[in-house]
């Protein structure tokens, strides 16, 4: 196919300031710019680039480079230098942090579009892993604040990122504090339907959706603050409520997406 691209998985390179992992995309016949790749990233809608589109996104392009991480992989961990930033191109990333008791909690899962690995103090303050195949568009230290300053429309965008993020993690602890199990599992679901691509499926008409969920029960329960047997409780009275349906654990259809807003609210 004359746009397809694949990696060149044995062209790795050590990039000079920090030491990240870098792997170029080539088309099938010849050598392809990453900017053809960067205005074809199905990420690019919501993603730092988002304002940029022409020759602005060509050069941005070119001072990326991209890597791929296999399940399980760690894109790094917590207290380690933080040389490198990234941008979710697929796949899903789990951030957790471990207690001194030795429990988990996850603190937020990053898919296509999402910024990982800002920091203030120069260090990373969690774990980041990825869950399914995840590939990355990542920047070193140099490179990234160096962008900053070239583009105007990139610091508009990280701010906004930044923002929600902020505002994101205010509802996760009123989530974690104040809801019950029934409100954090429809909380939960319908943030998937909202940040999936699905989400302009759900309409007036026809009120469903589908998730795809491509951690397990127990990254569930840890983000939630739940147990694992409490989780699939749950999920099972939201099926008997007939508000989902169960394809697999990993294939959720909603069934009525209004009565799980209601839910999600506490309007129960």
Do not use: W
């Not at 000079?16 to 099938?28: D, E, K, T």
């Not at 969920?213 to 009275?237: C, H, N, Q, W, Y």
């Not at 697999?248 to 129960?268: P, R, T, W």
Request: net charge negative; aromatic share 8%; proline share 2%.
């Amino acid at each position: 196919m004359e746009n397809s691209v694949k990696t060149l998985v044995d062209e790795e390179d050590h990039v000079a300031s920090g030491g990240c992992i870098s792997q170029q995309f080539f088309a099938s016949n010849s050598a392809q710019p990453k900017t053809n790749y960067c205005s074809q990233c199905g990420a690019h809608k919501t993603a730092l680039c988002s304002k940029l589109s022409g020759e602005d996104l060509q050069k941005f392009g070119e001072k990326s480079t991209h890597k791929n991480f296999q399940p399980g992989q760690m894109l790094f961990n917590d207290g380690d230098e933080a040389d490198c930033f990234f941008t979710v191109v697929s796949g899903e990333v789990r951030l957790s942090r471990m207690l001194d008791d030795g429990r988990r909690q996850i603190t937020g899962f990053k898919a296509a579009g999402d910024f990982v690995g800002l920091t203030s103090n120069g260090l990373y303050s969690a774990d980041a892993e990825a869950i399914n195949d995840v590939v990355v568009c990542q920047f070193t230290v140099p490179v990234f604040e160096k962008t900053l300053e070239d583009y105007a429309a990139v610091q508009s965008r990280l701010m906004e990122m930044m923002q929600k993020e902020i505002i994101d993690m205010q509802n996760h602890m009123l989530l974690l504090g104040r809801k019950t199990p029934v409100e954090k599992i429809a909380n939960f679901l319908v943030e998937r339907v909202q940040k999936s691509t699905v989400q302009s499926e759900v309409s007036e008409n026809n009120n469903t959706a589908e998730v795809f969920l491509p951690m397990s029960r127990t990254d569930i329960a840890d983000f939630l603050g739940l147990t694992i047997e409490t989780v699939s409780r749950t999920i099972t009275k939201l099926r008997k409520l007939d508000v989902i349906e169960l394809k697999s654990f990993q294939h959720i259809v909603i069934l009525d997406f209004a009565e799980l807003q209601f839910l999600a609210d506490g309007d129960n």
